[in-house]
């Protein structure tokens, strides 16, 4: 695990619950949770098991029905630039070109020359060079997370949140995306939290797999991967942990009436 | 016969233009997509001008296409048409100005604030239902057969269509697109400028498009009415003049005026709108 300078984020007894028409959901209960400086997270669950609602909550979208999260030791209230984001779709402004979307990120208060130095520079992070001009329809899928995740780093955040951003991907770019995720997250030393559903993805790319159980959204098991990067998906060791993690899953479908309500 | 089909020739080709927004897809044959929207119109002519040259239909009623053509060249060349078509413009031109930018404020402010939608929901739903040609006698009585009642009522044409699609547009901004903004700590102004302005710019296009037509419809009505040039001016003004050829000269370049003012908002909003394919 690689440490900086940053500030880790800990999240403390948080609970989550949503009001419906038909009564109260609760999505989250009792999640407690530290993330450190530099560190990779992954986080694993079914659909539905609120993994996509705590990333809002940690980001601002959402507000926690109680508990609290600490970035360093500011308590998150709301959205703010030191927490960075990127979706499962690119989310891109189509009326602006590559160069204008990746300047949406940058503070206002930014005088323009650094805006167009920061712009350039995380253009090239991401290996996007010559598509500039481009606008966001003239990328492909994986091109257009590309562009985000340049967006979403422009600021240099504390923590960069990653929310399924592969999952509308084809398995080919989805495996490219891995890599080059892991690289810029080597380059740049950002804390990453990244939530998805696929169990090879969390293993390949996280220091520890959050694995969560569905409704209500609780913390199962926090499994460590420590193998050294880059990681061999058909490895002793990874097959292993993948065992572990899928055994988690199958376990609880045994019990499909473990509902809160 | 001969200038009928160079006529026709010259205008056709734009309307089958007009008529596709994309690229056609499923055209095999060129010929075919540019020789079928000229087909039936040209058989159209033909028929009209047979029967003419038969005397079946009255030239006093309905001169043959060839006549027409005829008035059409010579009022072209003594600049008569060109003035009242002129003038016409103009007035189109200031009322769909005044028109569509009080649309767009409005528009803009009922979309973000749902108070004043609140405050104009009344108001706006009695207004909306009255036909345009109502407002010309009142206008008249207000201000006079002058310039300002016809241009009033143009401006009130197009302020309607603006004002809905610009409310419609404003709606329909992704929220998705409101989130990234709000994650990006942007401030009002930005989040207006940058995300829900853009996202709407599409629909007030449709806008300006519906109200530009609307502006030139109008500005015909309020000259039918009460006008000493113009082209609806020119209309009526020919009617009491027993002049058919005239008559029909002023409806078809109202017609064709039409075309080309469609064609060029199409062709600045393909400009300005190439990230909305």
């Known amino acids: 695990m690689s440490v900086n300078s940053g500030q880790a984020l800990s999240i403390s007894r948080l609970s989550k619950q949503f009001t419906i028409n038909t009564g109260t959901v609760q999505a989250l209960t009792d999640i407690n949770l530290r993330v450190e400086p530099g560190e990779f997270l992954s986080i694993v669950g079914a659909s539905g098991c609120g993994k996509s609602t705590l990333l809002r909550i940690i980001v601002g979208l959402d507000s926690e029905s109680s508990g609290e999260i600490l970035l360093g030791d500011q308590p998150v209230r709301k959205p703010g630039v030191d927490r960075g984001m990127v979706f499962q779709e690119a989310r891109l402004l189509p009326w602006l070109t590559v160069s204008d979307n990746i300047a949406f990120g940058c503070r206002s208060e930014t005088p323009s020359a650094e805006r167009s130095r920061l712009v350039r520079e995380h253009i090239e992070l991401v290996g996007l060079v010559g598509f500039e001009k481009a606008y966001p329809h003239q990328l492909s899928g994986g091109m257009q997370q590309r562009v985000s995740i340049a967006r979403a780093l422009v600021n240099c955040p504390k923590v960069l949140l990653l929310d399924e951003p592969f999952g509308a991907l084809d398995a080919m770019t989805r495996i490219n995306m891995q890599q080059e995720v892991l690289r810029i997250w080597e380059t740049e030393k950002t804390t990453m939290i990244l939530v998805t559903h696929d169990i090879d993805e969390a293993i390949y790319l996280g220091d520890r797999v959050v694995v969560m159980s569905n409704r209500p959204g609780t913390i199962k098991k926090i499994v460590p991967v420590q193998l050294p990067r880059p990681r061999d998906r058909s490895d002793y060791d990874f097959v292993q942990i993948r065992k572990e993690i899928y055994t988690e899953f199958f376990e609880q479908t045994n019990k499909p009436f473990a509902y809160a309500i | ?277």
């Open chain 2, 1 to 277: 016969m001969d200038y009928i089909d160079t006529n026709t020739g010259n205008d056709i080709p734009e309307a089958a233009v007009i008529s596709e927004k994309a690229q056609p897809v499923t055209i095999t044959r060129r010929g075919g997509y540019f020789l079928l929207p000229l087909f039936v119109p040209v058989m159209l002519l033909v028929i009209w001008e047979l029967l003419s040259r038969k005397g079946i239909i009255k030239p006093t009623i309905l001169p043959p296409p060839s006549d027409i053509w005829l008035v059409f060249f010579d009022m072209l060349k003594s600049g008569e048409l060109l003035k009242h078509l002129t003038v016409s413009l103009w007035r189109v031109i200031k009322g769909f100005s005044a028109g569509s930018l009080l649309g767009l404020v409005t528009g803009v402010l009922i979309g973000l604030s749902p108070r004043v939608e609140r405050a104009l929901v009344l108001i706006t739903g009695l207004l909306r239902p009255i036909p345009i040609i109502a407002w010309v006698p009142v206008l008249i009585l207000w201000m006079g057969i002058d310039e300002a009642s016809k241009i009033t009522v143009i401006a009130i044409g197009s302020f309607w269509p603006v004002l809905l699609n610009v409310v419609h547009g404003i709606r329909n901004t992704d929220k998705k697109y409101v989130e990234v903004a709000t994650i990006f700590e942007k401030n009002r102004w930005t989040l207006l400028t940058k995300v829900v302005l853009p996202s709407a710019l599409p629909s007030i296009f449709t806008g300006i498009r519906i109200g530009i037509g609307i502006a030139w419809m109008s500005v015909v009505g309020a000259e039918l009415i009460a006008a000493s040039a113009g082209v609806g001016y020119m209309i009526m003004y020919a009617r009491e003049l027993s002049q058919a050829d005239v008559m029909l000269v002023g409806v078809i370049s109202i017609g064709i005026t039409g075309l080309l003012i469609d064609y060029a908002i199409r062709r600045l909003e393909a400009r300005l709108l190439k990230w909305n394919i």
